[in-house]
């Protein structure tokens, strides 16, 4: 009975280092655990949007648009994602943070591998995407530049052909037309002139700006045919021209000037006084006849030309006050300054005209075609220097006087005067010429019937520049273009002269150069002027000039196609394009 050892053995029971181990029910190593878990779900969650952000680039370089290859992770709209990585990540942190369950957490990890995966995936496939568009654009613009090297080559060979044709066959009309009607114009006007509005050279530079600029064909061929239409009206002219109808009308004058001779031939009076047959000799006396048909005795006064303005040149204003510096123009020694003791007058917004005893002729040379009948007012013995002028607010009436054919119902109708301001043939000083103006004025009045289209152009002397300003304001209300200012005593200079002076109204806006227009004569491989579009409307071009020869010479530097430049000019005609542009400076 003393089994008591079996008892005693009680670290069999008590086993404590079993019970002690504690760490694995407290777990203590888990903290270190969820601290890891947590950074490389950050990290994973990081890789996503990052690898998000160079496909969002790529998609913006192709398509504009940066989630046009792949929505945002966190777009759960149409077609985005269903389980959105912002919410997987919140969830998964929720899970590693409140000790769940290791599969639950497990499960949204893969979720945000898989989503990661998807983005790696999308990533090279964009990239690969990437360098597919890249080459094809490389290709197509290769492409394109061979295609815009032949048709440059193609078009430039048809446009130029055009234009040289157009203006050779010019040159033909205007020759035959000089030797019939004294006008090289007369059939039709210069491929630059005005009454074709929208010159040839104009067209052909329009069309290598065109080309430049790489614009669609359709663009480009609307101006070749253009040029084409100019070609055919040439055409047209140069036919008119070779028609032997015309030549008609110079001999039918020749025929009558030529019946003396056969009146000359008849008088063989040798032949009838031996006869004695005074019968016959009162039949030749029909010479008194001819004596009526002597009438081209007016005719032989017109014929002399007593000024020619291509030669000899006409007077021309400077402005009043210089527009960058502001200061006046000042005359030559002896004289008075401008424009204390001055003469002003009105300056008439019609056509500038000279009277050369013969014909009115611009200060171009260009002769205006007007009515015998109001030729019949002017002197014969005295050039005069004027305006063609109609009435205040009405420059698109003037357009009569560019007439070819001479309507004398409309010269009547619309009034037309020549307004007389001074002659270049007259000798003296301002003060004489004006007097003897005056007088011829008179005279020829006195003389015709009906109502007299000479006006004199009244001068009023000015005292100070307040003065000058007030009558500008005057006159400028009534309708008037602006004033001219004369000195006192001074002569008739044939050139731009600092006696004479021009205050005019002008506005000023803004335009875009869209081409070149080559000069001529003095301004010979220089720019001869900016063909300009209006900014505010596009569709309304013309040219601007008025540039200094700084500019003229490096204006390809300067002045780029597409530079935005500020002009000036006088009003605008019913078409709405600018009257007079004169270049000022480039768009500040």
């Known amino acids: 009975m003393k089994k008591t050892p079996l008892v005693k053995k009680t670290p069999l029971v008590k086993k404590t280092p079993l019970v002690k181990k504690t760490p694995l029910v407290k777990k203590t190593p888990v903290k270190s655990n969820v601290k890891e878990d947590l950074k490389q779900t950050k990290e994973l969650n990081d890789k996503i949007y990052k690898t998000w952000n160079k496909i969002s680039k790529i998609s913006k370089k192709l398509y504009n648009n940066k989630s046009r290859i792949e929505f945002h992770p966190d777009y759960d709209g149409l077609g985005g994602w269903s389980y959105p990585t912002k919410s997987k990540y919140t969830d998964l942190k929720k899970c590693i943070s409140n000790s769940q369950p290791k599969r639950e957490c497990n499960k949204i990890k893969k979720l945000l591998k898989e989503d990661l995966a998807w983005m790696e995936r999308t990533l090279t496939r964009s990239i690969k995407l990437q360098d597919k568009m890249l080459k094809m654009e490389k290709m197509k613009k290769a492409k394109a530049k061979k295609s815009l090297v032949k048709t440059k080559k193609q078009t430039k060979s048809e446009a130029l052909k055009l234009r040289d044709e157009v203006y050779k066959i010019w040159d033909k009309v205007a020759k035959k037309s000089k030797k019939r009607y004294d006008d090289e114009e007369y059939l039709i006007a210069h491929p630059d002139g005005l009454a074709w509005g929208y010159g040839t050279d104009a067209k052909y530079l329009d069309w290598e700006a065109c080309v430049a600029k790489e614009r669609p064909k359709r663009e480009c061929n609307k101006l070749v045919t253009m040029l084409k239409q100019d070609l055919k009206k040439m055409n047209k002219a140069f036919e008119k021209v070779n028609k032997p109808v015309k030549k008609t009308k110079t001999p039918v004058k020749v025929k009558k000037t030529k019946t003396p001779v056969k009146v000359k031939q008849t008088k063989t009076p040798v032949k009838v006084k031996q006869t004695k047959t005074p019968v016959k000799v009162k039949q030749t006396k029909t010479p008194v006849k001819v004596k009526q048909t002597k009438t081209p005795v007016k005719v032989k006064k017109t014929t002399k030309i007593l000024w020619n303005v291509k030669k000899q040149g006409v007077m021309l204003a400077h402005t009043f006050k210089d527009p960058k510096s502001g200061k006046i123009k000042s005359p030559p020694k002896?004289?008075?300054?401008?424009?204390?003791?001055?003469?002003?007058?009105?300056?008439?917004?019609?056509?500038?005209?000279?009277?050369?005893?013969?014909?009115?002729?611009?200060?171009?040379?260009?002769?205006?075609?007007?009515?015998?009948?109001?030729?019949?007012?002017?002197?014969?013995?005295?050039?005069?220097?004027?305006?063609?002028?109609?009435?205040?607010?009405?420059?698109?009436?003037?357009?009569?006087?560019?007439?070819?054919?001479?309507?004398?119902?409309?010269?009547?109708?619309?009034?037309?005067?020549?307004?007389?301001?001074?002659?270049?043939?007259?000798?003296?000083?301002?003060?004489?010429?004006?007097?003897?103006?005056?007088?011829?004025?008179?005279?020829?009045?006195?003389?015709?019937?009906?109502?007299?289209?000479?006006?004199?152009?009244?001068?009023?002397?000015?005292?100070?520049?307040?003065?000058?300003?007030?009558?500008?304001?005057?006159?400028?209300?009534?309708?008037?273009?602006?004033?001219?200012?004369?000195?006192?005593?001074?002569?008739?200079?044939?050139?731009?002269?600092?006696?004479?002076?021009?205050?005019?109204?002008?506005?000023?806006?803004?335009?875009?150069?869209?081409?070149?227009?080559?000069?001529?004569?003095?301004?010979?491989?220089?720019?001869?002027?900016?063909?300009?579009?209006?900014?505010?409307?596009?569709?309304?071009?013309?040219?601007?000039?008025?540039?200094?020869?700084?500019?003229?010479?490096?204006?390809?530097?300067?002045?780029?196609?597409?530079?935005?430049?500020?002009?000036?000019?006088?009003?605008?005609?019913?078409?709405g394009i600018p009257r007079h542009p004169n270049y000022l400076r480039i768009r500040k």
């Open 334 to 575: 002896g004289y008075s300054k401008a424009p204390d003791g001055w003469y002003l007058s009105e300056k008439y917004d019609g056509y500038r005209a000279i009277w050369n005893g013969k014909d009115f002729v611009s200060r171009n040379g260009i002769i205006f075609r007007a009515p015998d009948w109001f030729k019949e007012w002017l002197p014969n013995n005295v050039a005069l220097d004027g305006e063609l002028f109609i009435g205040r607010e009405s420059f698109e009436k003037h357009g009569l006087l560019r007439e070819k054919i001479v309507n004398d119902a409309k010269w009547k109708k619309e009034k037309v005067k020549y307004q007389i301001f001074d002659s270049p043939t007259i000798k003296g000083d301002f003060e004489t010429r004006q007097k003897k103006i005056k007088k011829i004025i008179s005279d020829s009045c006195k003389k015709n019937k009906g109502a007299c289209p000479l006006k004199y152009t009244a001068q009023k002397k000015i005292k100070n520049e307040s003065e000058v300003y007030k009558e500008f304001n005057k006159l400028v209300k009534k309708g008037a273009e602006g004033v001219m200012l004369r000195s006192p005593k001074s002569p008739y200079e044939t050139k731009r002269s600092s006696h004479l002076l021009k205050i005019k109204q002008l506005f000023d806006d803004e335009c875009k150069i869209i081409g070149y227009k080559k000069g001529n004569g003095k301004y010979a491989n220089m720019l001869g002027a900016f063909n300009c579009q209006l900014v505010k409307n596009p569709k309304i071009k013309f040219t601007i000039s008025g540039m200094n020869d700084i500019i003229r010479k490096n204006y390809l530097k300067t002045h780029p196609i597409g530079t935005i430049v500020t002009f000036t000019y006088m009003g605008l005609s019913t078409n």
